[in-house]
């Protein structure tokens, strides 16, 4: 008897999540060091949650839960206030111990391979799948987010720890290889958006739709370290002029003079990374920009971002998935856009006001984890993600 | 020899504004009541300032400013730290006095009058005479915003001062009807958006192009307070799935439990109006609530509101006019919009992020100050404006 | 028949509140420039609202209220969370007007003094007239206020508004001299400190007791300018060892670098003050100084400050009542102290607690409104009361 | 060759603190749960980097500091803002991990006893054992504050966590047995304050000195949970008169009702402790209040709290040492007290602002280190020591 694909896709991504753990000290899994982060155990025991919640306790008959604490404490989602302060202490929930949250993993991915393998069995229903399917998603985002979380957690950190020599070696990511630029041109027309074929897409990228667009020339490239140097010599930080007003109050407030984990040492730019303190590499593409820095360097270029649509229509034509890229678009719903029912409709929907969108994926995006249609969102003035610009003109 | 319209629309829109004013205490004149709003004082002074410093300093020769230090307390924006600390001290410059501000804006209105009687003899150019309509229509913008801050800063006073007994009489402006509601169908197609026609508009109006719109019905009426009081009575707002993240984190932090200025007494509702307190009246257009509340309530009606753009080809079918209307559509550039060069560039386009875009115009808005292509945009959790909801299914 | 000496300081008082506001503007009258101070309508209420309060309402048959809002709007202290936001809300209060508020002391003012003509008929009680009393030193302790909040209001006017060119002649205060500096010695012993005598004090100067003090030498002068300059100059803003831990935290969250007002242009010392910014006059006493400033030029010094016991015993010896002296004592009640019934009640006791204590008087105190045990307090950040410097050694 | 008694100290001082760890998981020694407290990592590592920085690096030749970083890491005290965000971020330094500081630990100690074992022989300054002695002292403090602020993390967690079920076995300090109270009477008189013997103590109890007292008596009980439940159901909280000005603006913004760790489950009253949530014992010291509630429990008994002066001086004719007993003296200096030079001057001098005198000792703190000299100091708002209430009358 073979395994189903999707007995197989559980366990890989289940265990990719742990082999990025290996490089952590106990230690490592607690803190939380910003209210935007989550601690490594926590995304390691939420996750988990995911299916416990999802799968477990409501299709097999007589499951018994881990810990009846745990749906309270590795819950994402808080409405109240008194529970909405729970979100900004999951640094200090030193228990359950991290072992204890490495054994609910265990008692879950147990079960749910029980469960899995009766898929293959008693041909369980799409919805089942469709669920499970989007547990393993979640997952993946909580992957790329754990690594993100940690690289800020160790910036913040004066003796500046390393995650691994070589990160991408942990992460299975190939090295970053910049291409050579060019202008690519996309006609004014009416265009397909948003996903429509037989694979997995959240509920933020169904409901595809035409959008008229007009003619426009993107870039082939992102920009690179080296272009971003010349936007900060040229006093682009202190420029009021190439800046959104909310833009300004944020630099201003927050003496912001350079992409996140920059710091010029000796006249010469180093940025930190998983594997430690780096000097700069000039034809690398910029990273850990806010949406503020992306459209304040593009109008320091007399150019613009693209829409989300923009993108997605040329996404076929250039290389993309090293970095995030800010889009011009306001995070909205498509329309016919409905939030689900109960829980899983907490997914998207209720973020869609004060965040940009961003398109593409990263070098700490999971494998099999990113597509053209694929809508990420953060509010504008975030760093700590591996973001980059693409300009159109 | 007539005078120019321009002529006469200036005369008309300086006067209205003192006239607005004439129901005012000088100690009237002097308060900030919030960091979104503005003195009286400041308002006069600062629209003066935009004649004086964009054509009277420009145009005219030997024109001497009034006084120097105005372009420095009256300009609207400042780039740095300490002068942002200005704009939230508006409201304890007690000099210069009301009295001064008065003979500033008669200094300069005695000037640009003699400028556009020269007008007539010496034709003058186009972009000046933009620049005029551009400060007429400025000088519009603060006319509603003097109202909306008065009503604003009289409301936290608690012997809840009456500004007329008859504000619909002050302001010139007609008594609020509500008409039968009905759906209204506006089919799938292309159509145009944006302004193209000879009169004036605002720069984030511009660059008319087309948008490809699916098939949508729209609400001829506005929502009542009858309507909004069965979402109030419903448990609207604690019913946590109704709100986006944002909204239920704003209604936590500040109690909201009702429009901005309702209160209620003995089982009764009433609201503080410019006319001091009022009952309810239940078939009058709900006013005062900010985008999250809009979007609660049409998810709490199963329906959406309209993007600006939808409201904009459907405007044509149904009255408005009484209440911004808040649109889904966060506020973007169009495509081909630039930045102005200098001060005029920071008009619209500084605040293209974070914002929502509201359509139509309201009751405090000033006479020949609308138009169906007009954009205004707030932050979405401000409710100091007349906005309304109107909703499409 | 002649006036009542209590009749005559009364009118006395009152007179010189308004005398103090002749130089305003009605607009001066609205603003609160900071939390810690109040408009000079709301002292003019406030002080006349004490009489109504507690002698009027209380002793005067059929005496009407002048209007029932005014005890809300005017009284000083504020329980519920609610009201709390009153206080910070003073300066957005518009109406009453000011023309009403002085209605009102007119108003008051002539039930008084009718109540204080039958004084001399009736023989008052010995409470009542004490009551009197309190008010008359409470709206003394205003005309202070009244001043040091205008000037703190001017000082963040850009264009620095003057109250007065000479403001010793409004004031009627003497100019101040300085006098030559020696150390005066006191011995050690038993001492009685607080007041014992028939005149008027505070209920925290009551209780007279015994304390001992050790021998001590204190100056006989105050720290001029001149002497504070060179702690200025010889990095004592910068220097971490003279400072209190938590007036380190002040002087760097707030970056204080100077005395309040003071500003440096074009290398020399300019201070702003009731006639406008002036140059510092090197051989005046220092002033506008927090106690962690004292403190702090007190260790430079390798000397200290006063107690307030310290300061009492020595007082008989030296010229003092132009600046408030900063003592090392902090707010405590004296033994025996009890805090009366009542609002009365609330007068002193209620702040025993995190404030240090200043004994003196300043340039901007009334009058007839200083004595030797008078007891004065600020929380140790304030600067903006005519604080001075008085060592020891 | 027998070992010397301050060999002897240092040992057990130092192995206590490793046994007070104990029952910890490496988690636990993670965060830090609010800026007033530290990890227990951070406890560890800063007593012993005292011992290196003032004994090892100074006095022992070619000694090599465990790793440069950490003096960095574990330093106390930072004085300038960027290194004051340390101060608040101690809790996400995974690095050093928790074995790394316990070799850290073993090393000092390693080095620290050989340059003990050398005192026999070599005979060292007294002064040198002068600053060993405080180094040991400074350790005991630091284990009281590792249990406080334990407990405080603990006691947000929502599932509660256990320390230890007897926390007085693993403390070895004594079961509370309550004594019956009577009221003790002393006499006035001049009394000598502050310490005066062979034995340590802190710079901050020097300076013996003479001080007058009146007659007072005082409690030989502390305050029982049965007589501070029947304030709370007095409405203790909720009656404005009982409170300090500052005391209720705490108490309303931070809506306190009890003591800390107290709540109400069906009606009964609950603490959570260090063997975790227990029912309140009515007849044991009430424990984790503020001054702001010591002070308004003694206002609602007509009584008030000791000054330092009376309880030390009353200290021989009670029991005490099982709370910290607010008193109502500001901690400020003594007569003669001067700061010593460098990093040991900063110990206690610089705080002697804004914080109240705490005597006694409680039932966290180190055997051997109390006295009745002793002075402990906390800002008024503080609940998170074991701290208590004992009347004066």
Redesign the interface.
Known sequence: MSLSPLFTEYQKTRQYTERLCKPL???????Q?ADFASPP?WHLAHTTWFFEEMILTKYVEDYAVFDS?FG??FNSYY???GE?A?RA?R????????EQVYQYRHHVDEHMQRFLIEDIQNDLSDDIKALITLGINHEQQHQELLLTDLKY??S????Q?VYHQDFNLVAQLPITKEQEGEWLSVEEG?YDIGHNGDGFCFDNERCQ????L?KFEIASALITNREYIEFIEDDGYTT??HW??????WL?NNQVRSPLYWQKIDGQWFNFTLAGLQPIDDEASVSHIS??EA?AFA?WKNMRLPSEFEWEVASSQFDWGQRWEWT???Y??Y??FA?SEGAV?EYNG?????Q?VLRGASVATSKDHSRSTYRNFFQ?HHQWQFSGIRLVK
């Open positions: 000290n106990i230690e490592d899994y607690v803190p060091a155990k604490h309270f404490l409405q109240t206030v909405k729970l202490q640094g200090i929930m030193t228990r359950p111990s991290v957690t160790f913040l950190n004066p003796i720890p009416i739709h035409k959008v008229l007009q009021f002029s959104l007003d909310d833009g300004w109050a201003t949406y503020y459209n109008s011009s678009s306001a909205l719903p329309p016919g939030i409709g209720k973020f869609m006001v004060n940009m504008p």
